[in-house]
T-cell receptor, first 111, second 114 residues
């Protein structure tokens, strides 16, 4: 069964600090992995997308890594801002038409 | 260019009623998917349509149905509403039907069943 597990479930950090969110998946075959940011009450917005051959992808202060061998990905946020407070969702696409979603990590950035 | 648009944005229904949610994809996108997101959880896949045909269906009861129109817009219908159907319903569109296509989400329709 295809699954995507994210950790931690929630995280609280101080503004300006860095943090790393984790995503482990069992989706097979693997096509790509995406990270989405979802502000409260809004639709998810794509941050990064990585295919099998890509190890790292950056989008401003967001850097995603992928280890296709261990089926793990991480999202690193540098110099966090209050606007980074949101839910971060890992989505893995495989051979089927339907991508598999993680439950998300809720990040709260305090001033 | 307009993104994925959904309507209504918020609605309240009574148990047993029926609801129709609407979605217009990004211009040129032929695939539309529907997701249910309960508070505190990730989106759960309901349906995917591509070129007006159902491509996939998630683990939802037959009370849930959908269709895609010739202009690629879509409707999600839910009959005999239950309290547990209260959620954010997200519509997403993509260029094609492949799981490798980037998915663009709308802002969602908040459904509250009382």
């Amino acid at each position: 069964k295809n699954q995507v597990e994210q950790s931690p479930q929630s995280l609280i950090i101080l503004e300006g600090k860095n943090c790393t969110l984790q995503c482990n998946y069992t989706v097979s075959p693997f096509s790509n992995l995406r990270w989405y940011k979802q502000d409260t009450g809004r639709g998810p917005v794509s941050l990064t997308i990585m295919t099998f051959s890509e190890n790292t992808k950056s989008n401003g202060r967001y850097t995603a890594t992928l280890d296709a061998d261990t089926k793990q990905s991480s999202l690193h946020i540098t110099a966090s801002q209050l606007s980074d407070s949101a839910s971060y969702i890992c989505v893995v696409a495989g051979g089927s038409y339907i991508p598999t979603f993680g439950r998300g990590t809720s990040l709260i950035v305090h001033p | 260019d307009a993104g994925v648009t959904q309507s209504p944005t918020h609605l309240i229904k009574t148990r047993g009623q029926h609801v129709t949610l609407r979605c217009s994809p990004i211009s040129g996108h032929k695939s539309v998917s529907w997701y249910q997101q309960v508070l505190g959880q990730g989106p759960q896949f309901i349906f995917q349509y591509y070129e007006k045909e159902e491509r996939g269906r998630g683990n939802f009861p037959d009370r849930f149905s959908a269709r895609q129109f010739p202009n690629y817009s879509s409707e999600l219908n839910v009959n005999a509403l239950l309290l547990g159907d209260s959620a954010l319903y997200l519509c997403a569109s993509s260029l094609g039907g492949s799981s490798g296509n980037t998915i663009y989400f709308g802002e969602g329709s908040w459904l509250t069943v009382v």
